[in-house]
């Protein structure tokens, strides 16, 4: 709320915001038996409590400009059950769902709410080594942030009657 807060005072219209939050980085491969609750918890709540309470503190300022655009991040794990990333998963598939939830109820606002599903995104975070036996690692494809960003500055263009949907960017 005191990011909310503070960006008003600069910024009492917001048109878009590009809701992105994740533990993902840093997390141990694990069966989803070997999840510590505590770590579920943490990925939780960074991952869809985070946007949700931005998207709620930013709010007004979207209501403000009449015709705004909110783009929350998604992942293709969903899609994919990424193996030992149960949390992660489960996560991401929560954001899905409060896009769809988040679209009806801002919809009537002239807020499209909408979400980019961007593939295995590189970053300068270094990767968490650490796995369990249980679960092997695979190699996949790789997005760059900045393509991620313009896909997300692309979705925050789209025509207004595309609210609820999902863009899948890999």
Request: contains cysteine; charged residues 15%; hydrophobic residues 40%.
């Amino acid at each position: 709320k005191s990011f909310a807060q503070k960006l008003q005072t600069q910024h009492p219209k917001l048109h878009g915001v590009i809701n992105n939050a994740a533990i993902f980085s840093t997390i141990k491969l694990s069966p989803f038996w070997e999840i510590e609750p505590e770590v579920w918890d943490r990925v939780m709540a960074v991952n869809v409590r985070g946007p949700w309470l931005l998207a709620s503190a930013l709010l007004p300022q979207l209501r403000a400009a009449g015709d705004a655009s909110l783009v929350n991040i998604g992942s293709d794990a969903v899609w994919m059950g990424k193996t030992g990333y149960l949390h992660y998963v489960a996560s991401k598939a929560a954001v899905y769902g409060m896009t769809h939830a988040m679209a009806r109820e801002l919809g009537p606002d002239n807020i499209r709410v909408n979400t980019l599903s961007p593939g295995f995104t590189t970053t300068e975070v270094p990767r968490a080594r650490q796995q369990s036996d249980n679960v092997p690692f695979t190699g996949c494809d790789t997005v760059k942030c900045e393509d991620t960003l313009n896909g997300a500055a692309y979705q925050i263009q789209l025509p207004t009657s595309w609210n609820g949907t999902l863009l899948i960017y890999s």
